[in-house]
């Protein structure tokens, strides 16, 4: 029998690159402990198949030559099946969403434009490794308020082959904590939409805590009411208005679209959303991820017992009733920054109202999982909203 070779600089190298993609596939399974492993985390779980091809290195010829070697294999084998675990997961609910979906909101025929075709199934795995392309769509920056006398702007999405007749709207609202981001955020959703005969608004609005609570929903009420008000002049359908919303950004939507008593809102849409800011704050996250009770207490100026107004007042969860519309919630059960079970209570709030609604959860998902358009949460994500946008808006 041929006794291994002792380890040389070649296999130690395989071993480092064993041992670092090990560590990575790690973040599939256990929650990020930091900032920087969430970030990761989204790597790891929605580009698995990048990591699983960097793992395949570590089994190039030689692997079996050494004791070094034969581990590195192993820990290169269960980093592969971990990485591809999320698309594996992702297939059953891709079986699942289009009866699920149609079960939630009704049989509607795909919206269709002439050069952009809806997605034809919830997960393509040539979609995965290829970019998907999107037909060009026209972008205009519009200012739709004054606040401070300087003004806040809209992003205007529109298909550049506009059909016959208004275009629906959608009102696209960033996330960020209610302290950042921007409303250039993740604009391939915008762009898609936007070439399937939607007109997409991407906003801006005021930051906490210069800015507490209720500021940032007093100006989505304000880009609502811009977009009816020129609706004419845009090419608008004032009566078709679905808000959508990530992270605080779907915290605001949901909230706009349970209180506005406007029957021209016929939908709203929540990934990862805060539903229920005293439940929030009494689970909070993980400090080293996010110290989320820093961020309540910015947002709404205190905690429950200081603000106890404010907190109720900025729960979608507790404006649920008889005539709440139609709700989609996508929401990644290994989310650290905003807990899962936000949207499963919040689920279960809309199920006891007898509302049409639809919880789509994501196993191996994390916070901003649909930051890669064309990885298996953006493939469902876009799918579910796209479906979601069709029967409500019909």
């Not at 210069?210 to 929903?217: C, E, I, K, L, Q």
């Not at 909230?255 to 229920?276: E, Q």
């Not at 949460?377 to 876009?382: A, M, P």
Request: charged fraction near 15%.
């Amino acid at each position: 029998m041929r006794e291994p070779r002792e380890s040389s600089l070649p296999d130690v190298l395989r071993l480092i690159l064993a041992f670092v993609v090990f560590l990575l596939s790690l973040l599939v399974v256990f929650p990020a402990p930091t900032y920087l492993a969430w970030e990761l985390s989204i790597l790891v779980t929605e580009w698995g198949h990048v990591l699983a091809l960097i793992a395949l290195l570590v089994l190039l010829p030689g692997w079996r030559s050494s004791t070094t070697g034969k581990v590195s294999a192993l820990l290169a084998a269960v980093a592969m099946v971990l990485a591809l675990s999320s698309l594996a997961r992702a297939i059953p609910i891709a079986r699942s969403l289009p009866n699920d979906l149609q079960s939630a909101f009704g049989a509607v025929p795909p919206r269709a434009m002439p050069n952009a075709p809806p997605r034809s199934s919830p997960l393509a795995f040539g979609d995965i490794v290829a970019r998907v392309g999107t037909p060009p769509v026209q972008v205009a920056t519009v200012p739709y308020v004054l606040r401070d006398e300087r003004p806040l702007e809209l992003d205007l999405y529109r298909p550049l082959r506009v059909p016959r007749g208004a275009l629906p709207i959608v009102v696209m609202i960033h996330g960020g904590s209610w302290r950042g981001g921007t409303r250039k955020d993740l604009a391939p959703l915008n762009r898609y939409l936007a070439a399937r005969g939607y007109a997409v608004a991407a906003i801006s609005y005021r930051f906490a805590p210069r800015h507490p609570h209720p500021s940032a929903s007093r100006d989505v009420q304000s880009a609502i009411r811009f977009l009816k008000a020129n609706s004419s002049r845009l090419g608008l359908d004032s009566s078709r208005i679905a808000l959508v919303g990530r992270s605080a950004g779907g915290q605001l939507a949901l909230l706009a679209a349970y209180t506005a008593n406007d029957p021209s809102i016929r939908g709203a849409v929540g990934l990862y959303p805060p539903s229920d800011q005293v439940w929030g704050y009494d689970n909070p996250t993980n400090p080293r991820v996010l110290n989320s009770t820093e961020v309540l207490e910015g947002f709404l100026a205190g905690n429950p017992k200081t603000a106890p107004e404010a907190y109720a007042s900025a729960s979608p969860i507790n404006f649920v009733g008889p005539s709440t519309v139609p709700t989609l919630l996508i929401h990644g059960a290994k989310d650290e920054l905003v807990f899962a079970r936000q949207s499963a209570r919040l689920d279960a709030k809309l199920a006891a109202a007898h509302r049409p609604h639809f919880f789509l959860r994501l196993p191996w998902a994390t916070h901003g999982c649909d930051y890669n358009f064309n990885g298996p949460c953006g493939q469902l994500s876009t799918y579910a909203i796209e479906r979601f946008l069709a029967a409500v808006m019909k």
